[in-house]
């Protein structure tokens, strides 16, 4: 579960981690990227959206993924490139368009710039304003 940790925080140092659903969590903005715990026999990876593992590809064969859920043994934790796919599929599924504001992130899940959106296109703001969406 440590290597887990380890790649969500390098995907995400400037996320925050905290319990969400009582596991271990990423978030961005108050928002749930990931979720992670550990079992007798296996591990779980959450990506906080049941639709989101049909976004991704390159799921390896040896992980039993259900709706939700990514699980995989305990001695084969997920590689930083899957789960580099998965938070970067999250982010831009949380933060596309949210009451009118639009978000870009950087690789590292740092806000890149936000902005209100007219008709479906965004006005970008630099990274140095906060954004919100009160």
């Known amino acids: 579960m440590n290597i887990v940790r380890e790649r969500l925080l390098a ?3 400037s996320g925050e981690e905290g319990i969400k659903y009582r596991m271990p969590a990423m978030t ?7 979720a992670y ?3 007798a026999n ?3 990876y959450l990506p906080m959206s049941g639709s989101l593992l049909d976004q991704v590809s390159g799921i390896p064969s040896w992980v039993v993924a259900a709706k ?4 995989f043994r305990i001695d084969r934790p997920l590689s930083a490139g ?3 796919k998965l938070v970067k599929a999250r982010l831009a599924n949380i933060f596309d368009v949210q009451n ?3 978000f870009d992130f950087l690789e590292e899940g740092a806000i890149k710039a936000g902005g209100r959106c007219a008709r479906g296109n965004s006005t970008v703001r630099g990274a140095g304003i906060a954004a919100t969406a009160a």
């Open 42 to 44: 296996h591990c779980s």
């Open 28 to 34: 961005v903005r108050g928002k749930g990227v990931a």
């Open 82 to 84: 899957l789960i580099r």
């Open 37 to 39: 715990d550990g079992c």
């Open 11 to 13: 995907q995400l140092p």
């Open 100 to 102: 009118g504001i639009r």
């Open 68 to 71: 939700g859920t990514l699980q």
